[in-house]
């Protein structure tokens, strides 16, 4: 068996035996009435925001690509984070989203060394969105559960993800600093170029604000579909607790260890949501129907990957293999 196939079996093992213990002792009768009974507009507009989000995340992403000098163009940038969406969410392939974002930069026109970094960046973002949006709210939601538990329960996680963004950050800014003999390796040479752009980003006055508001936009507006749905569910929960709980439950998600996050969100979703006193199954329920949507909105974006792929990308191949970066000469607009 290849390393692919067996990550993948993995990844199905993850989610399989995650479902199956949080299935097992869930009242079944229960939370299908609660689904059949959900508010519809709620629903419609739970989904509605999760299609704005999309422009959102395309416009995150084409203000980290400005920031690095490799402008990709509004719509471009929307078209592509959805088809990304689409491979993120629909198919069990080791080929994630992200990389098809990359693919299709690239073939776009951007440098292969921007087209890489654009998406890397992007992500780091997020996370640092993440943690400014939980430690801002915390003021408010730390009498929320008690002040004893959120020490316990909530400061340590908290302090543990703030340290880790932090660090992370430092260290991707100083890969370029590497001793001169290691770089004669191509993957240390592109280190040193996402260094640099990394830089780029965060320690840009004219650029941080720009893509730090997109990225705090990028998590108030899901944080808020969530809520939508809550209510439509009718779970007891306020859009603060949303707001802090949502974010660190989808980071858990992208972790590539199950399909699709299947699983992960669910188990996610009952630790973080009982924080606030909702029941397991209600919480279980949420996690379900955020994964049943992201699959119903993902699709579409799968119809325009068929109507805009290049030749000779398949399902199985939704882009070629990426040129070495120290390889290509090719440079496009970065």
Request: hydrophobic residues 55%.
């Amino acid at each position: 068996m290849s390393k692919k196939s067996l990550a993948l079996a993995l990844k199905f093992v993850v989610s399989g035996l995650l479902i199956w213990y949080l299935v097992s002792d869930m009242d079944l009768a229960a939370a299908k009435s609660r689904v059949v009974e959900i508010d519809p507009t709620m629903l419609a507009a739970a989904i509605g925001m999760i299609l704005v989000q999309l422009a959102v995340g395309g416009a995150r992403w084409e203000a980290v690509l400005s920031a690095i000098d490799a402008p990709l163009g509004h719509a471009r940038a929307v078209l592509f984070f959805y088809i990304g969406v689409f491979f993120s969410q629909v198919l069990p392939s080791s080929v994630g989203g992200d990389a098809v974002r990359m693919y299709k930069a690239y073939r776009a026109g951007l440098g292969l060394k921007s087209a890489v970094n654009g998406v890397l960046l992007e992500r780091a973002v997020t996370v640092v969105a993440l943690v400014i949006l939980v430690i801002a709210t915390q003021p408010w939601f730390a009498p929320r559960i008690g002040h004893e538990r959120w020490l316990v329960q909530v400061m340590p996680p908290l302090a543990l993800l703030a340290a880790g963004a932090a660090g992370g950050l430092a260290f991707l800014m100083v890969l370029d600093r590497l001793p001169q003999s290691l770089k004669r390796w191509r993957v240390v040479r592109g280190l040193g170029h996402l260094a640099l752009d990394t830089r780029r980003v965060f320690l840009s006055a004219r650029h941080l604000p720009r893509v730090l508001i997109w990225g705090l936009i990028t998590h108030v507006n899901i944080s808020f579909a969530v809520f939508l749905l809550a209510i439509g569910l009718a779970l007891k929960v306020t859009w603060l607790d949303c707001l802090v709980l949502v974010p660190p439950v989808l980071l858990v998600t992208t972790l590539p260890i199950s399909i699709a996050g299947w699983g992960v969100r669910e188990a996610a979703m009952v630790v973080a949501f009982g924080l606030v006193g909702v029941p397991e199954d209600g919480a279980k329920v949420l996690g379900f129907m955020m994964g049943v949507i992201g699959i119903v909105v993902g699709v579409p974006g799968g119809i325009l990957w068929a109507l805009s792929r290049d030749k000779g990308e398949t399902l199985a191949h939704p882009g070629a293999e990426l040129p070495d970066p120290a390889a290509s000469e090719k440079v496009g607009r970065a």
